[in-house]
């Protein structure tokens, strides 16, 4: 079974919150951001204000968009089905996110994907998700 377009709910906007703003700008650009420390330099998300590892200041940067899958489920009786899951990023964080332009049976554990951007129903707003690489 493969994933099946379909158009994405998003409820709000990127601007009812200042502190995940950059995070919707770039994903809007094609870009995925992710805030890093500056004083112990680990990466994190979901964005944050402090470092959630030593309470350190922090700074957007653009990850690589690549990482494995770390779980997964499929919704088959959805209509359409889809697949949600964790990725494990290359730079560290595990983030939530769908599982798109794929055949839903052949995801596996461990599987190599990338990040795509997905146009939401809000007009100018793109969400990151993955696909297999």
């Known amino acids: 079974m493969a994933y ?13 919150n200042p502190e995940t703003k950059p995070f919707f700008e770039g994903a809007s650009a094609g ?6 420390c500056t004083s112990c330099k680990k990466a994190h998300h979901y ?7 030593c309470f350190g200041e922090c700074e957007w940067t653009e990850a690589s968009g690549k990482g494995t899958i770390y779980t997964f489920s499929v919704m088959e009786r959805a209509n359409p089905p889809y697949a949600i899951g964790y990725v494990a990023l290359e730079e560290g964080p595990k983030v939530l996110t769908n599982f798109v332009d794929c055949d839903l049976k ?28």
């Not at 599987?111 to 297999?132: A, H, I, N, R, Y």
Request: hydrophobic share 40%; aromatic share 8%.
């Open 4 to 16: 099946v377009a379909r158009k994405v709910p998003f409820v709000g906007t990127p601007e009812t």
């Open 31 to 36: 870009k995925l951001m992710l805030r890093r």
């Open 47 to 53: 964005p944050r204000a402090l470092c959630p590892f």
């Open 106 to 133: 052949s995801l596996k554990i461990g599987q190599p994907v990338k990040v795509t951007f997905v146009p939401s129903e809000t007009e100018g707003v793109s969400l990151p998700m993955f696909t297999p690489a």
